[in-house]
Nanobody, 123 residues
Framework: QVQLVESGGGLVQAGGSLRLSCAAS????????VGWFRQAPGKEREFVST????????YYADSVKGRFTISRDNAKNTVYLEMNSLKPEDTANYFC????????????????WGQGTQVTVSS
């Protein structure tokens, strides 16, 4: 089992940047692909990005492509989400989770969800 904890959220103005972290404990994170999802109030959980277990492959939702960058440091058992040019519509609770396979975009393909970190972008 791997336990995931997100951090790095906060309040930022439109156009600003934040870096989220997803830190793992328990089993080594390099076993898994990792995905970031987000959920705004009253909306379904939405895929944001995913990275392969060794970091060689990444994939993004169209809504964040070119603005967000996912990366990982397996030595630190941590996955990051660098978010630039933030927009008010990026406001959501951001979650990370593990998957056995890279490239999955459905939340049902992920497990061991963290508790989330809130990102609020003001206009």
């Amino acid at each position: 089992q791997v336990q995931l904890v997100e951090s790095g959220g906060g309040l930022v103005q439109a156009g600003g940047s934040l870096r989220l972290s997803c830190a793992a404990s328990g089993r080594t994170l390099s076993t898994y692909a990792v995905g970031w999802f987000r959920q705004a109030p009253g909306k379904e959980r939405e895929f944001v990005s995913t990275i392969s277990n060794r970091g060689g492959s990444t994939y993004y939702a169209d809504s964040v492509k070119g603005r967000f960058t996912i990366s990982r440091d397996n030595a630190k058992n941590t996955v990051y989400l660098e978010m630039n040019s933030l927009k008010p519509e990026d406001t959501a609770n951001y979650f990370c989770a593990a998957s056995w396979m890279f490239g999955r975009v459905a939340a049902s393909e992920y497990f061991n969800w963290g508790q989330g970190t809130q990102v609020t972008v003001s206009s």
